[in-house]
């Protein structure tokens, strides 16, 4: 379902539900986009149609660090508006995760239901996108429960869910008719946007895609020469939207030892050391191929998904300036080398 909804409208509406919902939504902040809990007073400063934001879309299901006890379970009712594509692709990398496996994860679970995502298309993606040498797209096209694509003063609102149709019921006067116009005229922005990202990457497409030359290139001296200013900070899996791996501690905490869940990083030295200290990957570019590994090759054996949606936050966030869409350009032209 498609329908015509003015912005003003829109924004009076959350103003309205903003004491009954946390609401987070993209604002600008220091010359980025982050996620701002949502206030009368500031809903009119969300910015929709531009890149995605700071934070990873998993911040919200997957905490950087948080109790594992029952009395944690009790999340309240969120909205986080303005989702780009690459984030709700790498939200159902990690839906396959935490809720479709063997094991249900309760916490992932709860939040992940009492959250409305309400999606935008991104009509202005960064230098560092690169979701459509990845066949993604900078416009959702699934995995909302929303999505607002503005046109001048003016949404284009479909409805991605039944949790989205019931949330719009209270302002159904308010929705209008879509005309062809204004479908002809997202047409031309998604076609616009599209040809940015395949443009501002036109250096580093690749004759293969990016899982084949991943996988094809295992022994390639191009992962040692990549290494050479990574600095094991993490910023790449924690930034990543689908990196997942965590750590599992027993604390104190006032007489009480309860079991806290931290975020890990596969680049960190310690990550796949086992008893006796024995190491598999003990040289730093063991890691950074074995994060690669993870993204194009493993995730999609064992989950039938590429992890990576090429949202760029790894290339922005790398303290070593380690370009992910660089180095693949370089394995395939090295292609062959051992």
């Known amino acids: 379902m498609k329908f015509l909804l003015n912005r003003a409208n829109w924004e009076n509406f959350l103003g309205q539900i903003s004491k009954t919902y946390l609401i987070y939504a993209p604002q600008e902040f220091y010359g980025e986009l982050a996620y701002q809990l949502l206030a009368p007073e500031n809903v009119s400063k969300t910015i929709y149609n531009t890149y995605r934001a700071v934070q990873p879309l998993k911040t919200f299901f997957s905490l950087p660090q948080e109790r594992v006890t029952e009395e944690t379970t009790q999340a309240g009712k969120t909205i986080v508006l303005g989702v780009k594509n690459c984030d709700l692709k790498a939200i159902s990398v990690m839906d396959k995760i935490f ?194 590994l993870c993204k194009y090759e493993y995730r999609p054996e064992n989950f039938g998904i590429v992890a990576c949606t090429g949202c760029g936050r790894c290339v922005e966030a790398c303290q070593g300036k380690i370009d992910k869409r660089e180095v693949i350009k370089k394995l395939e032209e090295r292609s062959g080398e051992t």
Not at 115 to 132: E, M, W
Not at 201 to 206: P, Y
Not at 261 to 282: E, I, L, M, Y
């Open 99 to 292: 809720l479709e496996g063997e094991f249900v994860d309760p916490f992932y679970k709860e939040r992940r239901d009492k959250t409305l995502i309400v999606s935008s298309d991104c009509y202005q993606p960064k230098d560092t996108c690169f979701c459509a040498l990845l066949d993604n797209n900078p416009f959702p096209e699934a995995g909302f429960d929303l999505n607002l694509s503005q046109i001048d003063s003016v949404f284009l609102l479909e409805v991605g869910s039944p949790k989205g149709e019931s949330f719009i019921a209270p302002i159904k006067e308010d929705l209008q008719d879509v005309t062809s116009d204004l479908i002809q005229k997202r047409e031309k922005k998604r076609k616009e946007a599209t040809e940015r990202v395949l443009e501002v990457n036109r250096e580093f497409r690749t004759e293969r895609p990016f899982p084949s030359v991943v996988k094809d290139e295992y022994a390639s001296p191009e992962w040692e020469e990549a290494a050479r200013t990574c600095v094991e900070c993490g910023a790449c899996t924690n930034i990543c939207p689908s990196c997942y791996c965590f750590l599992l501690v027993d604390t104190k905490d006032e007489g009480k030892f309860p079991k806290v869940k931290f975020w890990d990083s596969c680049q960190h030295t310690g990550f796949a050391r086992v008893a006796a200290g024995v190491n598999p990957r003990a040289k730093l570019y063991e890691r950074l191929r074995n994060r690669y």
